[in-house]
């Protein structure tokens, strides 16, 4: 797997990330922002949205404590976060509809590049990054999601 669209995501490196996101083995070093989001791509793609969302949020709490951090108010899991970049897989999802394979939607999640800094856009730093967010799903105060 790659940061830099070089090689080919495979299904291999999928399973890989799921396993060790799921087992708690996965090393803290390969937690990435791209494994985040092809973490959450896999769900969606292989669960509804009822499902897919609960997973992805407890087991982001469940692979903090278990690679040896935190879900504090100023460490670890943030709804907020989790929930936002859900909703960008989940309408990338909607975009690429037609992609019949994993493989073929993680690579062009990867190529799509969506920055870390993807939030700011929607949300002001204050907003953003408080404990309420962090605790719970807060609105966008710069602009909705949908734009």
Not at 47 to 65: D, F, L, M
Not at 75 to 86: A, D, N, P, R, V
Not at 118 to 139: C, D, G, I, M, T
Request: charged content about 20%; aromatic content about 12%; glycine content about 4%.
């Amino acid at each position: 797997m790659t940061t830099e669209g070089i090689a080919q995501i495979t299904a291999a490196d999928i399973r890989e990330l799921i396993y060790g996101f799921e087992s708690g083995t996965l090393p803290k070093e390969k937690w990435t922002h791209e494994a985040h989001l092809l973490m959450a791509l896999w769900y969606l793609w292989s669960y509804s949205s009822n499902e897919a969302i609960p997973r992805i949020c407890e087991g982001i709490q469940k692979y903090n404590i278990a690679s040896g951090g935190q879900n504090t108010d100023t460490s670890g899991y943030h709804e907020t976060l989790t929930l936002f970049w859900i909703s960008v897989v989940a309408k990338f999802l909607e975009k690429h509809i037609l992609e019949t394979s994993i493989e073929a939607l993680a690579n062009q999640l990867v190529e799509e590049k969506y920055p870390t800094s993807l939030p700011l856009n929607y949300y002001s730093r204050e907003q953003v990054f408080s404990v309420q967010a962090r605790k719970e799903w807060v609105e966008p105060d710069i602009k909705p999601l949908s734009e």
